[in-house]
């Protein structure tokens, strides 16, 4: 298999574990989101490392180690983006699987397993037309206040979702137009998102419009605009207003 192949492979298949353990009844509330998550883990390490075993891999559910560091190739996993919706029954919990590339990220997959539907770098598809008012998808429990400030200079509907993936593959499936978030992400939160979501002709950045870049000491990487690009000007001066 392809990179792409692999990525979509498993995110599909980490999905299908993760509505398993959930569909079982042997776990509720917060119990039922770790077990999911280490079960989903367990699948997606244990895969890379017997698929790709020269490569580095950082997972959320995992020890890291400076191991990945001395890597020009990185896996980047999240196995339950949005654990809290995925222990609802909701549809907007994501699985991410990423590849960054001398700290890019190039390739990867985000499985929705709520909905039936995995979007991946190597099958984009069209945009869907942008409506006349725009609509940014900031998150169900708190919004960052950036979000608020550029959706109110916009005019901009605000559409609120689950996880980071959800909301980044909401762009591409036409259900809004803007993410940007600005309270505080890791690396597994928006790799494979920003690969996805650049492989359609999407916007990717920090919200200062540097470039987002991958496999770090640190992990933390706290905020990224993700867009159409003819939109990306006007969130920039609406920021730039906003300060």
Not at 2 to 17: F, K, P, S, V, Y
Not at 163 to 175: L, Q, Y
């Amino acid at each position: 298999m392809t990179d792409a192949q692999l990525a979509a492979h498993l995110a599909e298949c980490a999905g299908r574990i993760l509505l398993e353990v959930r569909a079982s009844g042997m776990f509720e509330g917060k119990s039922l989101g770790k077990a999911g998550d280490q079960t989903a883990n367990q699948f997606l390490v244990h895969a890379l490392r017997e698929q790709r075993p020269d490569d580095g891999l950082l997972s959320e559910e995992s020890k890291d180690t400076e191991e990945r560091l001395s890597k020009e190739r990185v896996w980047i996993v999240d196995p339950v983006d949005g654990t809290r919706e995925y222990g609802e029954a909701r549809a907007d919990w994501a699985v991410h699987v990423g590849l960054a590339i001398h700290g890019e990220p190039v390739i990867g997959a985000v499985a929705l397993p709520g909905l039936g539907e995995v979007l991946r770098t190597d099958q984009p598809a069209a945009l869907p037309a942008a409506p006349e008012r725009l609509r940014m998808v900031v998150s169900r429990t708190r919004p960052a206040a950036e979000a608020v400030a550029v959706s109110e200079a916009l005019g901009a509907e605000l559409v609120p979702m689950g996880s980071a993936g959800a909301k980044a593959m909401s762009i591409i499936r036409g259900e809004a137009d803007i993410y940007l978030h600005s309270g505080g992400q890791f690396e597994w939160d928006s790799c494979a998102p920003a690969a996805v979501a650049a492989a359609h002709g999407l916007h990717i950045s920090r919200i200062d419009g540097s470039p987002l870049v991958y496999n770090q000491r640190d992990t933390y990487l706290p905020d990224l605009l993700i867009c159409r690009k003819e939109h990306a000007e006007a969130v920039f001066a609406a920021l730039a207003q906003a300060e």
